[in-house]
């Protein structure tokens, strides 16, 4: 992930200001035509400010932390995947989830990372307003910037709740993307490899 894909988070690293949120929650609620200060709406507004502070965590999450130097020399270059990683995110466009698996695969190049961290990267890119072909290249890019691995391969499972309780309301349909980098773009069988573990 390079500077200029990174912009756009302009209070990276930095806590959220949970009093605004709450603040505009509470503004929201007063829109909608309801009463904040009924029993079961009284705390919403901060209930809501902490759960955003979990939800979109990955713009405070600091990438070097986040590796903390779980980079290892081994003498491996088959390719590493780790399927079905779950993920929860929110849609840019309506703040509605979307939700699902993805699945990463690299080829080493001298350095693996620990496995642990493969789903915290996943995370990190998850856990903001998010479209799903752009997280998608995220993961790609920035494995492929920490690891220098010869190739890296992810592939992403979602369904979108702003296209299954609203607008067109099409509970079952589900959204595939894909990033491939290094062997896994310029190499097929590579490729088919990777997608055949994924039963694709």
Not at 46 to 61: D, K, L, Q
């Amino acid at each position: 992930m390079n500077k200029k894909q990174d912009d756009h988070l302009h209070n990276r690293y930095n806590k959220m200001n949970k009093y605004e949120l709450s603040q505009s929650v509470e503004k929201i609620l007063k829109a909608i035509g309801e009463d904040s200060n009924r029993e079961g709406l009284i705390k919403t507004p901060t209930r809501v400010a902490n759960a955003y502070e979990e939800i979109f965590s990955g713009y405070t999450t600091d990438p070097g932390k986040l590796i903390n130097d779980a980079l290892f020399t081994v003498d491996y270059d088959e390719m590493v995947v780790v399927k079905d990683i779950e993920f929860y995110s929110m849609c840019e466009h309506h703040m509605l989830p979307f939700f699902g698996k993805t699945h990463v695969a690299y080829l080493p190049r001298k350095k693996i990372i620990g496995l642990s961290k493969i789903p915290r990267i996943v995370d990190m890119f998850a856990h903001r307003l998010q479209v799903q072909e752009r997280m998608t290249q995220q993961i790609a890019e920035f494995i492929q910037e920490k690891i220098d691995p010869l190739g890296v391969g992810v592939v992403i499972e979602g369904q979108h709740l702003c296209m299954m309780m609203r607008g067109i309301k099409k509970e079952q349909a589900k959204m595939t993307t894909s990033a491939m980098l290094g062997g896994f773009r310029t190499r097929l069988d590579t490729r088919m490899e990777f997608l055949n573990m994924l039963h694709f």
